[in-house]
């Protein structure tokens, strides 16, 4: 996939996750964690052999997955503030 549609989506990703997670990282924070997670989830998914499909809607899909499993992962090492 191109680099900067990549990075797109893990910006979209990142925001959505920081909506469903109720992150109080901001907005930047966020869209760093989405990016992050991106990376997180293709390379999980890709650990598991588990495929969304191609295309962006599969890459959305992995991503939204690697940066919500980050923010979790994130509280509980930081714990909520």
């Known amino acids: 996939m191109n680099i900067i549609v990549f990075l797109i989506v893990g910006l979209l990703a990142g925001w959505l996750a920081g909506v469903i997670m109720k992150s109080r990282y901001g907005l930047i924070g966020d869209l760093v964690v989405g990016v992050i997670g991106a990376f997180l989830g293709q390379w999980l998914f890709g650990l598991l052999g588990v ?13 939204v997955i690697g940066a919500i499993v980050l923010l979790a992962v994130i509280r509980l090492i930081f714990g909520r503030r």
Do not use: E, H, N
């Open 51 to 63: 495929s969304f499909g191609g295309g962006l809607l599969g890459a959305f899909l992995t991503a």
